[in-house]
Every structure is written in structure tokens, then in C-alpha cells.
């Protein structure tokens, strides 16, 4: 099973996330941030990943360092369970669709990090989540996974259902990326190395 394990421990935060590429989507996540909890458990879902997650954090400040550091986090368990890449598909892409919204999530497990994000969110807050933090953990994983990431949100009215499908299709989009192709011998890059 291609699976990673990631603990960090700062003044700020103390976490311990286990992912595992392979799995049946279950979860058990403990983040102390809800509407977070709740997007993390739809992602790992929709890509049929198994994720742990026990994090503390000073959610009593707010909920920036926990949801930036569990995004770091995911990153790194991320890169650990893909090691050497050998067969993987490379590339994915997931539309979803969520009543009113529709998010695309384009993925390349390059080892060049670089994360773009097109789309405008209504509101700043989805209940008490500071809505920016979205874009927040977004980058981190893809800095830390080392990945290129690509976000689109083409149209919603719902914030909450517009992030709901960035989630859903970022699982969805990992899903296709992380996938073992047959066919593949080595990795899938003319450099001979990913």
C-alpha cells in the first residue's frame, strides 16, 4: 500500500496525518476546524484515499496556522506515498459539479511545484471558516506534494457548495493522477525521472 505518515509539531500546531493513496476512502479526522473536517472528508471520499488526521492547534486565534499546517502535512504524506512514481498516470482531471457551482481540479505530479487558482468566492466565511484559508491549504499542498495544481472555479453562487466541489474534484483529480497504469513502464516523463 502506497501510504505515508507526516508528524509536525510547532508553538502553533501539533499534528499526526497519515495518507494512504490506496484505500476506500475512510477517515478519521480530528483537524478542530469543522467546515476543514468536513472538505478533507469529501476529498479523501471522492479519491477513494484513506486519511487520519489528529491536529491541535490555536484555533482559539483563529483557524490559519491548523488549516495551512494540515495542508503542509498532507503535502508531505502525499509525496512519501508516491515514492519513486514508477507507473503512475501523471496527470488528472476532475469537473464537479455542485448544485449551483462547478469546479474543475487539473493536476500534475511534476516535482515542479506551482499552484494557480482561478475563481471569486461570494462570501469571506463559510460559517466561522475564514473562506481565504481555502486558497491557503491549496498552495501548501502543492508546494509540499510538489505538484502542479490547478483550481478553476467557473461559476456558483453558493460558497460553501463552490468550495464543496474544489474538494470533491481535487480528490477526484488525485485519484486519476496517482493511478497505477499498466502500460507505464518506469515513469511517465522523457527526462526519465518525475
Known amino acids: 500500500m502506497r501510504s505515508g505518515t507526516v508528524k509536525r509539531t510547532t508553538n502553533e500546531t501539533d499534528i499526526q ?5 490506496d484505500g476506500e476512502g475512510k477517515t478519521n479526522l480530528e483537524t478542530g476546524v469543522p467546515f476543514l473536517t468536513h472538505m478533507l472528508d469529501l476529498f479523501a471520499k471522492h479519491g477513494q484515499f484513506d ?10 486565534i483563529d483557524d490559519h496556522h491548523t488549516t495551512e499546517d494540515i495542508g503542509i502535512c498532507l503535502g508531505q504524506a502525499l509525496r512519501e506515498a ?17 448544485d449551483d457551482a462547478l469546479a474543475q481540479v487539473v493536476i500534475d505530479l511534476s516535482n515542479r511545484p506551482h499552484f494557480e487558482f482561478r475563481g471569486e468566492f461570494p462570501s469571506e466565511k463559510v460559517g466561522t471558516f475564514d473562506v481565504e484559508l ?7 499542498l502543492a508546494l509540499e506534494a510538489r505538484m502542479n495544481l490547478h483550481v ?5 453562487r453558493n460558497t460553501h457548495h463552490m468550495i464543496e466541489a474544489v474538494f470533491k474534484a481535487l480528490g477526484r483529480a488525485l485519484d486519476e493522477a496517482t493511478m497505477i497504469d499498466p502500460r507505464i513502464k518506469g515513469v511517465p516523463s522523457t527526462k526519465g525521472m518525475l
Open 17 to 21: 496525518l497519515t495518507f494512504a493513496i
Open 51 to 60: 486519511l487520519f488526521i489528529d491536529a491541535k492547534g490555536d484555533i482559539e
Open 82 to 98: 508516491l515514492g519513486d512514481k514508477k507507473g503512475i498516470k501523471r496527470y488528472g482531471n476532475a469537473f464537479v459539479p455542485m
Open 134 to 140: 481555502v486558497h491557503e491549504f491549496l498552495w501548501k
Open 152 to 156: 478553476i472555479v467557473h461559476y456558483g
